[in-house]
């Protein structure tokens, strides 16, 4: 995964990123339905 993926990752981990967002950066396309499915897991 890119680097932006891990951040996000991180970030959501740590509560400063909700779902909510990460969702509207798919539909931005901003990430992929897998990148966001690899963060929340």
């Given amino acids: ?3 932006l993926v891990e951040s ?3 970030l959501y981990a740590a509560g400063k990123v909700t779902g909510e967002k990460l969702e509207s ?4 396309g901003k990430i992929t339905q ?3 499915s ?3 897991a």
């Fill in 1 to 3: 995964m890119g680097m």
């Fill in 34 to 36: 897998d990148e966001y």
């Fill in 25 to 28: 950066m798919v539909s931005e």
């Fill in 8 to 10: 996000l990752k991180r």
């Fill in 38 to 40: 690899y963060i929340v």
